[in-house]
């Protein structure tokens, strides 16, 4: 009988397989596409605290500002020192990958899990293997297969609250600025989210997410500022914005967009994902280590992620619901304070791509005038 399965070998799968397997225990890996990293449904934009914990060779490009477009036509450009990566998140994965197996985790790709059953000795697991049914067993599960995993639909029954339709291309066009990333407000470029262009050398990748509405029609507006007949790729797919109100259960933890743990104002899930992933593999240790594999024990996971980034989580979901729910107005007059230069000065020392709510605490207590349009929103 295996310590651990884990569904999923996206970072957040991998990153748990590989603590948990360099501590001694054994894993298995399961991923059910025919290759890691693909297909990629993810622009690539991670801190710097995302590379302290992968060796990765996959960085294309560095920026260190962002330019943000209002409705109107107004726009502020905020710098940092800090420089934000921009990955090939095919590579990344497979770096992710290759350190779970390199720790000893028993990776099987082309595995499409089709079963999960609990039972009073732990969990069972039915999949397909290259198309052969195959069946393993284990003390605990860690769902790490993404918004629409199987272990949360099979032991949780449940869904996140708050979904995006993310559409997105690479461009064989080369950004003059490759500086800084680019961000759309309003509702010509989005419903209830953002639309995004970050430059990485001679490709540039233009994407829309939306909130109950198709991203598709936004996009095609937002890549008509660009050159025609430039895209030579496609992705997309949902992102969850919110987590499920439990990520643990007897024997199993969902990690990830499996549970929904993705930072709210970006849509973000890389650094989320891994950070929530060393918090299941903590618990997991914990748990085997006791020989106590129940809801009661596992329950410390959520504590875990809760401490480190669920405030954090909290309060850009608070802020993500009233920003992008503004009409293009109330916009318009959150332009007209952010663009002093007292404001853009706080912003560049302040932000943080991992922990956006200092900017906004500092934000609110400098103009108070905020709180009304965001409440207002009119």
Known sequence: ?????????????????????KSGFSVLNLEEHKEVGKPVECTGLVSQRVFSMVKSGSRV?????????????????????????????????????????????????????????????????????????????????IGADGINSRVRKELFQERPGRIVSAYQVDSAHRMEDQDSVEVYLGSEYSSGFFGWTAPSGNITRIGVA???????????????????????????????????????????????????????????????????????????????????????????????????????????????RYLFSMRDSALRNIYDILSKPSNISLINRLGDIDYPSRIVFAMLIRNPSLVGHLLLRR
């Open 210 to 320: 939306s909130y109950r509405s198709a991203a598709i029609k936004h996009f095609l507006r937002l890549n008509s500022r660009f050159p025609p007949n430039k895209i030579i790729g496609i992705n997309g797919g949902s992102i969850p914005i919110s987590h499920v109100k439990r990520t643990y259960s007897d024997n199993a933890i969902l990690v990830g967009d499996a549970a929904g743990i993705v930072k709210p104002l970006s849509g973000g899930g890389i650094y989320t994902g891994m950070v929530s992933a060393s918090h299941a593999a903590r618990a997991s240790i914990e748990s085997l280590e006791s020989e106590d594999h129940s809801s009661r024990f596992l329950s410390r996971y959520e504590k875990y992620w809760k401490s480190d980034i669920g405030m954090e989580l909290a309060i850009d979901g608070i802020v993500q």
């Open 61 to 141: 490009n560095d920026v260190t500002g962002a330019t943000v477009y209002f409705p109107g036509g107004g726009s502020i450009h905020v710098e940092k020192t800090e420089k934000t990566i921009v990955m090939d998140r095919d590579s990344f994965d497979k770096d992710v990958s290759a350190m779970a197996i390199s720790s000893g985790a028993d990776l099987k790709i082309n595995a499409r899990v089709i079963a999960v059953k609990k039972d009073s000795k732990g969990i069972d697991v039915t999949y397909r293997e290259n198309g052969e049914r195959k069946n393993a067993r284990s003390h605990i599960i």
């Open 1 to 21: 009988m295996l310590d651990v399965i884990v569904v999923g070998a996206g970072p957040s799968g991998s990153y748990a397989s590989h603590l948990l397997s």
